[in-house]
């Protein structure tokens, strides 16, 4: 096991447990990579439980009971309590005003995006992928923080490391779908040498903005960084089916 995980903090969310987990610092090993927070994959039980300890303690929140949901690329956002830790629906995003209680997401070029409310000490966690950003995903999670007592002036969001412009190609019915579904977003296509990117974490921060003020891009890409990227493991023939975690707590 390496000494500490590979990590990435947030400037915007100084002073509340937080963190966007690398691949490094656990107990998997092969094509996890290590530090595997998910149990989708050949990883045994007792290793990602494990992985997920060391993050937790990495953050000083060991104590907390750490929560993640069923992501399917939904707009769904559960309000998770010390009551309620386990839920029968597929959702993407999960809030709470509960000590005790971390939130994760888990992610592989999807964008992880950790929200704080320090006014009224509510946070979320919501894992947006293109899909999810599109449907309103990130317009769920800041509703249930809402309904949970926090306001949007209040509320700051960082988007973590996830896929950017430059190693994300796409089709011209992807581009469609967008343009159909979400008038604004024309911006976040760029054409290069024949080839379509689009800005995932542009235009997830811009999804963001269009209901909070507070939000920031970590400036990482998963293609190139120390972190589980999909698109990267299936380019490079290097398959790898693990998932880095992104985690916050109550202060």
Request: charged share 20%; with cysteine.
């Amino acid at each position: 096991m390496n000494a500490s995980p590979s990590l990435v903090r947030s400037e915007l969310l100084l002073g509340v447990p937080h963190g966007f987990f690398g691949m490094f610092g656990g107990v998997s090993f092969g094509r996890l990579c290590l530090l595997n927070g998910s149990l989708q994959n050949e990883d045994s039980k007792a290793n990602v439980a494990e992985n997920r300890q060391i993050a937790l303690r990495y953050l000083g929140i060991e104590n907390h009971r750490l929560l993640f949901v069923d992501q399917q690329h939904t707009s769904t956002t559960i309000i998770a309590s010390r009551a309620r830790t386990t839920f029968d629906t597929p959702a993407d995003a999960i809030v709470t005003k509960e000590r005790g209680v971390a939130l994760g997401v888990l992610t592989a070029d999807c964008a992880p995006v950790l929200l704080y409310d320090g006014d009224n000490q509510i946070i979320g966690a919501a894992h947006a992928g293109w899909k999810g950003a599109l449907y309103g995903i990130l317009e769920s999670v800041v509703s249930a923080m809402e309904s949970i007592g926090s306001h949007p002036h209040s509320i700051k969001a960082s988007v973590g490391p996830t896929i950017t412009k430059n190693n994300y190609f796409v089709k011209e019915d992807f581009v469609e779908l967008f343009l159909q579904n979400d008038s604004e977003s024309e911006k976040y296509f760029s054409e290069i040498g024949g080839n379509t990117k689009f800005d995932l974490p542009g235009y997830v921060a811009g999804r963001l903005r269009r209901v909070i003020e507070s939000v920031e891009f970590v400036e990482v890409d998963t293609f190139s960084g120390e972190f589980f990227s999909h698109r990267r493991a299936m380019q490079k023939d290097q398959f790898s089916d693990g998932r880095s975690m992104s985690i916050i707590a109550l202060p």
